[in-house]
């Protein structure tokens, strides 16, 4: 290990305890050595990104489809929407109090506001009709401030924003977002490729260069951060990024064409993302498209997919253990600090992690 990363571990330790010092026996937990699947959906959908809702998971698919299953059986309610006829492909999900938004990816790209109390009372809020349009990911603020964005046009990200609780969706503009690269774009990885926390938003970047934008201030203006992740082919990058707090932060990617390939594919921060240290460089996993933080942890404990199964961490992705064999699973979110919903491939899981 280097004595970089070592530092920085160190001061890691130091920022949690001092942040969270009211939960210092939590820092002290097992670490996760298992997972128990509860199936909670099969079907032949392609499930790229979901939202907890109270006893509800919400989820978006290939297929036009959407919908809930209770988090604590099995019980569904699917929805589909068409465009002329067409079933769109959703691969984000957002939600305020009231409402679940989907994001369709191209022909066309487009944002559906759907009612929690009917699901068949559903209103289009957003299109682009432009030939290249292209949405990776939406997350919201708040109860009335959200965004979304979509592959570069002149070289600067397609953001757009509502400050409306969803109703309307108006384009930034470009002249407030900082240029990237020719051939540098972000994923759409399971909605996981932009994180919000508090005022703070992070968009991560792959392709030319594995790069992240940053804004402090709900997307007024934005910066450029700079990473080790591997770059320079057209499937490597950023797939996934999550922040703990608005400074200790974690993201993966590698290489899509070459999934075994672990070299320089985490990192992590622990100021906001101003520098990212690589970690556990060609340890571990290769490719992955979804890493989560787990609650009260400090920033300690995460856990991520890779396509030979589930991954945990319980020093900020210094060292990682394969947990589970369980494939083509997308997308993570966690209910509480000791279980989550997993979905990807044909199915959706409830995950009881456990502990030696």
């Known amino acids: 290990m280097s004595k970089i990363v070592i530092l920085f571990v160190v001061v890691l330790s ?3 305890c001092k942040e969270e010092k009211k939960k210092k026996e939590e820092y002290k937990r097992k670490p996760f050595t298992g997972v128990i699947l509860d199936t909670l959906l099969q079907d032949t959908v392609s499930i ?4 907890l809702d109270n006893d509800k998971v919400w989820y978006a698919s290939d297929k036009g489809t959407f919908g809930y ?3 604590n059986n099995s019980k569904r309610k699917d929805g589909i929407i068409r465009m002329d006829s067409i079933p769109l492909h959703f691969r984000g999900i957002a939600q305020n109090f009231d409402n679940i938004f989907l994001i369709s990816t191209e022909k066309p790209a487009a944002i559906y506001k759907i009612s929690k109390k009917d ?4 209103q289009l809020v957003f299109e682009d009709l432009a030939n290249d349009a292209f949405y990776n990911g939406i997350q919201f603020w708040n109860e009335k401030e959200g965004i979304a964005f979509g592959d570069p046009i002149n070289n600067k990200l397609n953001v757009i924003v509502t400050r ?7 384009k930034i503009d470009p002249s407030k977002l900082p240029k990237l690269e020719k051939d540098e774009y972000a994923f759409a990885a399971s909605n996981s490729s932009i994180t919000v926390k508090g005022t703070h938003t992070w968009i991560a970047t792959g392709g030319k260069k594995s790069r992240v934008l940053y804004s402090n201030d709900k997307g007024e203006s934005w910066i450029l951060q700079e990473t080790p992740i591997v770059s320079g082919k057209s499937m490597t990058g950023i797939y996934s990024i999550d922040f703990y707090s608005d400074t200790i932060g974690l993201l993966v990617g590698g290489d899509y ?3 075994n390939n672990n070299f320089k594919n985490k990192a992590l921060t622990i100021n906001g993302g101003r520098s990212w240290v ?3 460089d060609s340890l571990a996993f290769g490719y992955s498209s979804c890493v989560q933080f787990v609650p009260e942890s400090g920033g300690t404990m995460l856990v991520a997919l890779a396509p030979n199964g589930i991954y945990a961490t319980s ?4 060292e990682w253990i394969k947990i589970s064999d369980e494939k083509e699973l997308h997308v993570l979110k966690f209910i509480d600090k000791k279980s989550a919903i997993a979905a990807g491939k044909n199915k959706m899981f409830r995950i009881r992690f456990t502990t030696n």
């Open 315 to 318: 020093d900020s992705g210094i």
């Open 164 to 170: 409306d609780g969803g109703a309307t969706w108006n």
């Open 119 to 122: 699901m068949s009372n559903y």
């Open 69 to 71: 299953s209770f988090i």
């Open 48 to 51: 790229r990104a979901i939202t």
């Open 278 to 280: 690589s970690v556990s």
């Open 257 to 259: 064409e070459d999934q």
């Open 14 to 16: 130091l920022f949690s």
